[in-house]
C-alpha cells in the first residue's frame, strides 16, 4: 500500500466543488471585509475621509488606525513576522494594509474602499539595493533554522592561489511572488471572547498561536480550521494581514467576516522570495578538482522586520572542496517582509552554484556531469558529519541514461534545427530533510472504521491520501476503512506544512498512533494484535464493553538524535533540453528529465506531481517571473498573472519524473524526505546551462527573457 500510486483520496471532491476553502464558510450573519492597501511605500497617512464610502447601501463599518482596537502587533521571535494592523498611520511598505470596510456584500465593500479619500504625508521611499546609502547588515546567526550567517573553512586565498581555472561572477535572481491558485483569505467568527478561524494557510497551529497573540487570548479560545489550502509554496506558512484584520474586523461589527485578498493585493504584501545577487568565485586545478569555492549573498530585506535568504547552503556542502566561504548579506528597504518561497536558500543557491559549475567545467573542458562526478561530496564536509543517505551518483546515472546524456554535443550553437538553436544542460538538486514535531490519534470504530487525525495541512500535495495509506498500511486495513482527518487545532497537533516536513514527521505521527491503537487492542484481548483483523476486532470491543477505542502518538518516542550523527538531504539531477528561436530570441523548454533520492517514495503518483510541480516553478523562475518594483514610488509594477508570468501548460514539456527509492531509516522509522521543495533545486541552472550550450550565450540573470539572450549574443 505505502507507494502505490494511488489517486488522492480528497480528488472527487476537489473537482465536484464539494471541498471546502476558506472563503466558502458562511457563517450565520456573515458580512464581507475589504482589505484597504496604502498606495504609498513610506510616509504616513495625514487625513481619511470615510464619509462617502460609509453612506454606501450595505457598509456595516470603515476601520483604520483612527477607530481600530489596541491589538499587539508585534511577535515575540520565532518564524513569524509583524503585521500592520491599524495601530498608527506609518506606511512601512507598498500596499499595507491600512483600513477593512466590512459590508453586507463584497461588492459595496469593494465600491466603498474605492470612495476613501485618503491624503497621505509621502517620503521617499528606498527600494532598491543600489540605491544610495545602503547599508549592507550581517543578520545574526539564525539557530531556528540552524543556519549560521557567514561560514569559512580553509583557506580562500590559498584555494584562489592553487585554481588553474577560475570563474568569478555575480548571479542575479529578481523578487518572485508564490502565486498559489488560492489567494490569502480568512473567515473570523467571535463567541464572546472565543475566535473561530476558517483559514487558507500551512499550519493551523502557528495561526493560533499568533492570533492568541495578537488578541491577548489564551491558546485553547482560538479554534482554526483549514480542510484545504489551494497552494502554499511557502507565503501560507506564516500570518500576514488578512488574518488578524478579518478578525479584527469581525470583533468591531460583532458578526462574522470574511476577507479574501484578489492577487494583486497579495503581491509584496504575504511575503516573496526576495531579490538576491551571489557572487560566486570557483575554481578548480587541472584535473578538475574544485580548490576554492565562495559565495558573497546580497538581499533585499524590510526595514521593519529581518529575514534572511541563505543562498549560500548549498555551496557549503554539496561539493567536495577544503577552501569554502559562504556569508550573506542584507539591505534593509521600505519594503514588505520577505518569506520562504518554495526551497528558500537552496532554489537560488543552486542557480548560482549550478550555473557557476557548468561554466567552470566548460572553462576546463570536462563534461559537466563528470565534473560534478569529480567533484562529489561523499560526506557533509561543512559539518563534518557522514549522510545519513546519498544516492546522487545513482541520480546522475539514471537521468544521462533517461536523457540520452551520452549524445550532448559541447560546442554552442553547433545544434540547429530549422530556425531553432538546440541545446541541453543539467544540474544537481538538494534540498535538506528537516522536521517538526508532530502528533497523531486513530480511533476504532465499532463497524470496523478507524478515523485517523492530526492537526496539519494538506496544501494540494496529497497530504491526505499518503496519511490513509501509512494509517492502512499501520493497520493492515484496506483504504476504505481508514479516513484521515485534518486541518483542525482541536486536533493533536503538528508543524507547519513547510520545509519538506509533513510526509515524513506527520507520517511518523501516524504510524505511531495505529501502532499504539495495535498495542491497546492487544492488551484489551490480552493476546498480540499484529493488524486490525475485520473480523475480530469488534468481537474485542464488544467483549471489552467499548463501542471505541482511541490511541495518540508519542508514547514511545525518545529524543531522535539523528541530525546530530548524520547530515540529512535529499538528492537529485535534472536534465534538459532546450529550443531557442534563431530570429526572437525566444527559449522554450523542449524536454526534461528528473532522477530524484529522497528515500522512501509513500505515494508515486502524489509524489510524480510534486517534482513536477517544482520543476514547472522553477522553469517559471528561469525564464519568465519578475516582480519588479518602480524605485521612484517603491510601487510593484506587475502585480496580477497577466503581468507576472508563471509558466501554462503550452510553455511546459512532458516531464519525466523518477526516483532512486532507496529507503532512509536514519531519518524517520518510514524512511522517507520530503520531496515539496527539491523539485525547483536545480531547475533554473539547467535551463541557463541548456540556454548556453544551445546558443554561446551566459546569462547570469533571471528570468532568460529573449532580450537578454539577444543583447548578450
Ligand atoms: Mo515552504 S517555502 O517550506 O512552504
Not at 570563474?167 to 518572485?176: F, G, K, L, M, S
Not at 491577548?216 to 509554496?233: A, H, N
Request: proline fraction near 5%; aromatic fraction near 6%; charge should be neutral.
Amino acid at each position: 500500500m505505502l507507494g502505490a500510486p494511488i489517486n488522492r483520496v480528497d480528488g472527487r471532491a476537489k473537482v465536484t466543488g464539494r471541498a471546502k476553502y476558506a472563503a466558502e464558510y458562511h457563517p450565520q450573519g456573515m458580512k464581507y471585509g475589504w482589505l484597504v492597501q496604502s498606495t504609498i511605500a513610506r510616509g504616513t497617512i495625514e487625513s481619511i475621509d470615510d464619509s462617502k464610502a460609509k453612506a454606501v447601501p450595505g457598509v456595516v463599518a470603515v476601520i483604520t488606525y483612527k477607530n481600530a482596537p489596541k491589538v499587539n502587533e508585534q511577535v515575540e521571535g520565532g518564524f513569524d513576522n509583524p503585521v500592520h494592523l491599524l495601530q498608527n498611520n506609518r506606511i512601512h511598505h507598498d500596499r499595507q494594509g491600512i483600513g477593512v470596510v466590512v459590508a453586507d456584500n463584497l461588492e459595496a465593500a469593494i465600491h466603498a474602499a474605492s470612495l476613501l479619500d485618503i491624503k497621505y504625508k509621502v517620503e521617499q521611499a528606498d527600494t532598491n539595493i543600489h540605491g544610495p546609502g545602503r547599508k549592507e547588515i550581517a543578520p545574526p546567526d539564525n539557530p531556528a533554522m540552524g543556519v549560521p550567517t557567514d561560514t569559512t573553512r580553509g583557506d580562500i586565498k590559498a584555494g584562489l592561489a592553487q585554481a588553474k581555472h577560475k570563474i568569478d561572477a555575480t548571479y542575479i535572481i529578481p523578487r518572485e511572488v508564490h502565486c498559489p491558485m488560492e489567494p490569502h483569505a480568512t473567515t473570523a467568527a467571535w463567541s464572546g471572547n472565543t475566535l473561530t478561524v476558517w483559514e487558507a494557510t500551512q499550519g493551523v497551529s502557528g495561526v493560533q498561536q499568533r492570533l492568541a497573540h495578537i488578541f491577548s487570548l489564551p491558546k485553547e479560545s482560538v479554534r482554526v480550521i483549514c480542510k484545504y489550502t489551494g497552494g502554499g509554496f511557502g507565503c501560507k506558512g506564516s500570518v500576514w494581514v488578512n488574518t488578524p484584520m478579518a478578525a479584527l474586523a469581525a470583533k468591531v461589527v460583532n458578526a462574522p467576516v470574511c476577507l479574501n485578498m484578489n492577487r494583486s493585493q497579495t503581491f509584496g504584501t504575504v511575503g516573496f522570495r526576495p531579490y538576491t545577487e551571489q557572487h560566486i568565485q570557483i575554481g578548480c586545478d587541472e584535473k578538475g578538482r574544485l580548490t576554492v569555492l565562495t559565495n558573497i549573498g546580497r538581499m533585499e530585506g524590510a526595514k521593519f522586520s529581518e529575514y534572511v535568504e541563505y543562498v549560500g547552503m548549498p555551496t557549503r556542502f554539496l561539493y567536495s572542496c577544503p577552501n569554502v566561504e559562504a556569508k550573506h548579506r542584507v539591505i534593509e528597504l521600505d519594503i514588505g517582509k520577505p518569506t520562504f518561497m518554495r526551497a528558500p536558500g537552496e532554489a537560488e543557491g543552486t542557480f548560482a552554484l549550478e550555473s557557476a559549475m557548468d561554466e567552470l567545467a566548460i572553462a576546463t573542458n570536462i563534461d559537466p556531469l563528470e565534473f560534478r562526478l569529480i567533484n562529489h561530496a561523499d560526506k557533509d564536509e561543512q559539518k563534518n558529519l557522514p549522510y545519513s543517505s546519498k544516492n546522487l551518483k545513482e541520480c546522475y546515472r539514471v537521468g544521462a541514461e533517461r536523457f540520452g546524456w551520452s549524445k550532448r554535443n559541447a560546442k554552442p550553437g553547433s545544434v540547429r534545427v530549422g530556425n531553432k538553436l538546440v541545446g541541453v544542460g543539467m544540474a544537481t538538486a538538494t534540498y535538506p530533510v528537516h522536521a517538526f514535531p508532530a502528533k497523531a490519534t486513530a480511533r476504532l470504530n465499532s463497524d470496523g472504521t478507524v478515523l485517523v487525525r492530526s492537526g496539519t495541512q494538506d496544501i494540494g500535495t496529497g497530504t491526505y491520501t499518503i496519511m490513509t495509506q501509512i494509517a492502512a498500511d499501520a493497520l493492515g486495513l484496506p483504504l476504505e476503512k481508514v479516513t484521515f482527518e485534518l486541518g483542525d487545532t482541536t486536533f493533536a497537533p503538528a508543524g507547519v506544512s513547510g520545509g519538506s516536513t509533513t510526509a515524513a514527521c506527520v507520517g511518523t505521527a501516524v504510524k505511531e498512533a495505529c501502532e499504539e491503537l495495535l498495542e491497546k487492542l492487544a492488551t484489551m484481548s490480552g493476546g498480540e494484535v499484529k493488524s486490525l483483523d475485520p473480523n475480530s476486532y469488534a468481537a474485542i470491543l464488544a467483549k471489552a464493553n467499548q463501542t471505541e477505542v482511541e490511541a495518540e502518538s508519542g508514547k514511545k518516542v525518545k529524543a531522535d538524535r539523528s541530525s546530530e550523527k548524520y547530515s540529512m538531504h535529499s538528492f537529485g539531477a535534472h536534465f534538459c533540453e532546450v529550443a531557442v528561436d534563431v530570429d526572437t530570441n525566444e527559449v522554450r523548454v523542449t524536454r526534461w528529465v528528473s532522477v530524484m533520492d529522497a528515500g522512501k517514495i509513500f505515494n508515486h503518483k502524489t509524489a510524480t506531481s510534486q517534482i513536477a510541480g517544482g520543476v514547472t516553478m522553477g522553469i517559471g523562475m528561469a525564464l519568465t517571473e519578475e516582480s519588479l518594483v518602480d524605485s521612484r514610488y517603491g510601487r510593484t509594477m506587475n502585480a496580477d498573472l497577466g503581468e507576472y508570468h508563471v509558466p501554462v501548460h503550452a510553455d511546459m514539456p512532458v516531464i519525466d519524473v523518477s526516483f532512486v527509492e532507496v529507503p532512509d531509516y536514519n531519518a524517520n522509522p518510514l524512511g522517507g524526505h520530503g520531496i515539496g521543495e527539491i523539485g525547483i533545486t536545480g531547475v533554473a541552472a539547467a535551463v541557463a546551462n541548456a540556454v548556453y550550450n544551445a546558443t554561446g550565450v551566459r546569462i547570469r540573470e533571471l528570468p532568460i527573457t529573449l532580450d537578454k539572450v539577444m543583447q548578450t549574443a
